[in-house]
């Protein structure tokens, strides 16, 4: 069952700073996670950097966009379609120059996952590739890597927790071709297949 939520920040009131947030929220929506705010902005135009976090520590961008004095004038709300478990949130606010403001992080639930899921999100590059797992339990599991014959690659023990897992594997021993991953966890075997070049 998704419970609804809404946590509101509010973000220090120092008239110095040329932009804060005056109200920060999430609320859900459907299963998906609305944020609302109302920011305070006294620049031409402010560049927005909306960040979202499955462990309230290690955040990535998820939207930016600029917005000039009179826009900033309006309320904002943005609604994330990709959150899973337990999701938090900041609004990084930059201006011209650089100069950037990072706000009170705020909590939500996102979607429910009803089973462990394993996918390949994108190649970071030659030596890396990025796993995704979404988990409805926590605990630990292990990951193989096969080739194209067959034959084990590369196995790791890796720690699920219940929500979204971002996993990183090495992948410069890897010659090009074709490779199956799989995850062995409580819940079953998940298998997904990447192309290396």
Same mark, same amino acid.
């Given at each position: 069952?998704?419970?609804?939520?809404?946590?509101?920040?509010?973000?220090?009131?120092?008239?110095?700073?040329?932009?804060?947030?005056?109200?920060?929220?999430?609320?859900?929506?459907?299963?998906?996670?609305?944020?609302?705010?109302?920011?305070?902005?006294? *620049?031409?135009?402010?560049?927005?950097?909306?960040?979202?976090?499955?462990?309230?520590?290690?955040?990535?961008?998820?939207?930016?966009?600029?917005?000039?004095?009179?826009?900033?004038?309006?309320?904002f709300d943005y609604i994330d379609r990709s959150a899973y478990g337990n999701v938090y949130y900041?609004?990084?606010?930059?201006?011209?120059?650089?100069?950037?403001?990072?706000?009170? !992080?705020?909590?939500? !639930?996102?979607?429910?996952?009803?089973?462990?899921? *394993?996918?390949?999100?994108?190649?970071?590059?030659?030596?890396?590739?990025?796993?995704?797992?979404?988990?409805?339990?926590?605990?630990?599991?292990?990951?193989?890597?096969?080739?194209?014959?067959?034959?084990?690659?590369?196995?790791?023990?890796?720690? *699920?927790?219940?929500?979204?897992?971002?996993?990183?594997?090495?992948?410069?021993?890897?010659?090009?071709?074709?490779?199956?991953? !799989?995850?062995?966890?409580?819940?079953?075997?998940?298998?997904?297949?990447?192309?290396?070049?």
């Amino acid at each position: 069952m998704l419970i609804a939520l809404s946590v509101s920040g509010f973000a220090r009131q120092d008239s110095s700073v040329p932009f804060r947030l005056k109200a920060f929220s999430a609320i859900k929506a459907g299963e998906d996670v609305q944020l609302k705010w109302a920011v305070a902005c006294n *620049l031409d135009f402010a560049n927005f950097d909306i960040l979202r976090s499955n462990d309230g520590l290690n955040f990535t961008s998820i939207n930016s966009f600029s917005a000039d004095r009179l826009r900033c004038l309006q309320p904002f709300d943005y609604i994330d379609r990709s959150a899973y478990g337990n999701v938090y949130y900041r609004i990084k606010v930059q201006d011209k120059d650089g100069n950037n403001s990072l706000e009170k !992080t705020i909590a939500a !639930t996102g979607k429910q996952i009803l089973e462990t899921t *394993l996918k390949v999100i994108y190649p970071i590059g030659s030596i890396s590739i990025m796993l995704e797992v979404l988990s409805s339990i926590e605990g630990s599991a292990e990951l193989i890597v096969f080739n194209n014959s067959g034959a084990v690659v590369k196995s790791a023990g890796v720690a *699920l927790i219940k929500g979204v897992n971002n996993i990183s594997i090495s992948s410069a021993a890897f010659s090009a071709g074709i490779y199956t991953v !799989t995850l062995i966890s409580p819940e079953g075997k998940k298998s997904v297949r990447l192309l290396q070049r």
